[in-house]
């Protein structure tokens, strides 16, 4: 477990701080400037001054900030900051500097997922074995069919269709595949199972196995940061269609234990699984850290580029007074959430 804490951290700090590192870079780019930077939360154990920016260590190491110049809005007027406060910079530039945190995100995923395919390869969508009597087979899919879209969704990974199997409760599903050269198109209505509570397309396998070439594994690496864009935006569209539960929640406490269940299974292969085995988890943190920040809700960057919009579309920003207190209810509301989490979380071991 102390092995799966230490991980859990270094790979949190290191998606963190690209994700400060983010809006730190934009945001000077723009002129834009930065106060404080914030590794972790809590008590400052050490810091230094690098121009007009101070960085700071924190006792925590979860979480971090990077503050800019005049961004609060409650303590001064628009017209006592000079030309470098954030809120003096033009719109299009604050925009930029918001978005940056999240989008440094995608690029550390995509990162990620380049090294986990130059050694591990990826997945075709290539159907491996057909269950009898599925829906599969009554639709006339056979093994060595290569699946390339799913109701008009284009399939690059195996680990897609399988997404798409666990995300379904009986819609019907068009699927085109390749076969001998030629395309086809059949609809596929998946049955339930009672044994395990869910419904089945019927394909059995994982996919055919690619050694990626240098060119690929650009090409693959992108789909697979791109599976896990998905696998967070469907996860997230299940709280709209009623088939969400407070179990599908996960915290830092969650997240250590799916580490150390990794770093139990990965070990027996040696370290080079362990690695690749935590770099996927990273992969996983890291987009999933950038999509939820894009969402709109108050004292997320999705919830501060909303007002951005707003002003870039009127001419003129909202009250800071007003965007400041929708801010504060928002971290209010962000911090409960977290309680919640982390208690249930923990509830889950007592199970």
């Not at 870079?25 to 690098?50: C, K, S, Y």
């Not at 101070?54 to 503050?67: N, Q, S, T, W, Y």
């Not at 001998?180 to 419904?199: F, I, L, M, Q």
């Amino acid at each position: 477990m102390l092995v799966s804490i230490i991980a859990f951290l270094v790979i949190f700090s290191v998606i963190v701080i690209s994700h400060e590192f983010g809006h730190y870079a934009i945001a000077r780019r723009n002129g834009i400037r930065v106060t404080e930077f914030d590794i972790g939360m809590g008590p400052t154990l050490f810091h230094w001054q690098r121009g007009e920016t101070e960085f700071c260590i924190k006792a925590l190491p979860i979480g971090g900030a990077c503050l800019f110049d005049g961004m609060n809005g409650l303590e001064q007027e628009k017209g006592d900051l000079d030309e470098h406060a954030f809120p003096n910079a033009p719109v299009w530039g604050r925009i930029a500097t918001v978005f940056a945190g999240p989008f440094a995100n995608f690029i550390l995923g995509f990162l990620f997922a380049v090294i986990i395919v130059a050694f591990a390869g990826t997945d075709l969508p290539v159907v491996q074995q057909i269950m009898p009597d599925s829906a599969a087979q009554e639709a006339g899919l056979q093994a060595g069919d290569t699946i390339t879209r799913i109701n008009g969704e284009s399939i690059h990974l195996y680990r897609e269709v399988s997404l798409i199997s666990a995300m379904n409760y009986g819609e019907p599903l068009t699927i085109t595949y390749e076969r001998s050269g030629e395309k086809s198109t059949v609809t596929v209505t998946p049955k339930y199972d009672e044994a395990s509570g869910r419904y089945y397309i019927g394909l059995l396998g994982s996919g055919e196995y690619l050694k990626c070439n240098a060119l690929q594994v650009f090409q693959y690496g992108f789909y697979e940061a791109e599976y896990w864009v998905k696998a967070t935006v469907k996860s997230l569209g299940t709280i709209f269609t009623g088939h969400f539960s407070k179990d599908d929640l996960s915290g830092p406490v969650g997240v250590v234990k799916i580490v150390d269940d990794t770093y139990d299974q990965a070990k027996q292969y040696g370290i080079e699984t362990v690695l690749l085995s935590f770099l996927n988890i990273a992969t996983l943190l890291s987009i999933n850290l950038g999509i939820v920040n894009l969402l709109p809700l108050p004292a997320l960057d999705g919830g501060r580029l909303v007002f951005l919009l707003i002003e870039a579309i009127r001419g003129k920003p909202i009250p800071p007074d007003k965007e400041g207190m929708v801010h504060l209810a928002g971290i209010i509301a962000l911090f409960a959430l977290m309680i919640f989490v982390l208690f249930n979380d923990i509830s889950k071991y007592f199970r």
